[in-house]
């Protein structure tokens, strides 16, 4: 009697069938778990270092004085009329953020395999949680960047409101970009070894320390593809008052990035039946 009690009262968990089911309401239900995941990334990104959250103020800084030295003075790369050390800070700060949230939440799933294997929830909440996290980041090192503008005389305009929009975009880039990833990582590992290259590559070809009007024009929609494009010039408007970025521009970005975005959940919907197997 007591084992028919056990089999009456067991619950059977199974995948949602169809590529195209996905269960909204179910997401909403296991919200305070993303925000238990991102702070759990936030503090073991920290844990037992020296100078704590100042890292997050020495990375950009360090980087945005070597492009400062190398390209701004000795190959003389143009920045549109402002200073080189601001132009290039402001396009750090949401290449930082997208930078640190692609590999994180890349190399999330096999971070949290014993989770995967032990416990039922949406799989979904690993990835943007590990993607989200390095928000903190970004307002940790905004300050720095409103100190510069300080030191150059440079005033924030109105489009500053649209930055909340170009980080959501950001976000989007790297969860969507990472929807493809990080189940790729879960089956073939050497995948994650790509990851610094990705990165670095993708770094040379966005406009962090060059402007885009150095790319020929006819390029320039091949170009738009990248959505850290759009994210880039938009945040030099928004922060520095630079003329507005190109609306082409920007809408080549966005559709780019929600191609990457439905095409990444349908993947990672048909891969997820098999994380816990193959981690």
Do not use: C
Request: glycine content about 6%; overall charge positive; cysteine-free.
């Amino acid at each position: 009697m007591k084992q028919t009690t056990e089999r009456e009262n067991r619950i059977l968990i199974q995948p949602s069938k169809g590529l195209f089911h996905f269960n909204v309401k179910e997401l909403w239900q296991y919200h305070e778990l993303l925000y238990f995941l991102i702070w759990r990334e936030v503090k073991v990104r920290y844990k037992q270092t020296m100078i704590g959250g100042a890292w997050a103020i020495l990375q950009p800084v360090m980087t945005m004085a070597i492009f400062s030295i190398i390209f701004g003075r000795f190959a003389k790369i143009p920045s549109d009329g402002l200073p080189y050390p601001v132009f290039t800070y402001a396009a750090l700060l949401p290449w930082m953020f997208f930078a640190q949230a692609l590999t994180r939440s890349g190399a999330s799933l096999v971070e949290n395999a014993n989770l995967i294997t032990k416990v039922y929830f949406p799989r979904l909440m690993i990835p943007l949680g590990a993607a989200s996290a390095p928000i903190v980041d970004f307002m940790v090192s905004f300050m720095v960047l409103l100190g510069l503008m300080a030191w150059y005389g440079i005033h924030p305009t109105w489009g500053i409101l649209a930055l909340p929009l170009l980080l959501l975009l950001t976000l989007m880039t790297a969860f969507s970009v990472n929807l493809w990833l990080s189940p790729l990582n879960v089956k073939y590992r050497d995948v994650g070894h790509a990851f610094p290259f990705l990165v670095q590559f993708w770094m040379y070809a966005s406009p962090v320390a060059y402007p885009l009007s150095l790319i020929p024009e006819k390029w320039q929609f091949l170009y738009s593809l990248n959505p850290m494009v759009g994210v880039i010039e938009g945040s030099r408007w928004a922060l520095l008052g630079k003329q507005s970025p190109n609306f082409m521009t920007m809408v080549i970005s966005v559709i780019a990035v929600m191609a990457l975005f439905l095409g990444g959940l349908l993947y990672f919907k048909k891969m997820e039946r098999t994380f816990a197997d193959v981690i």
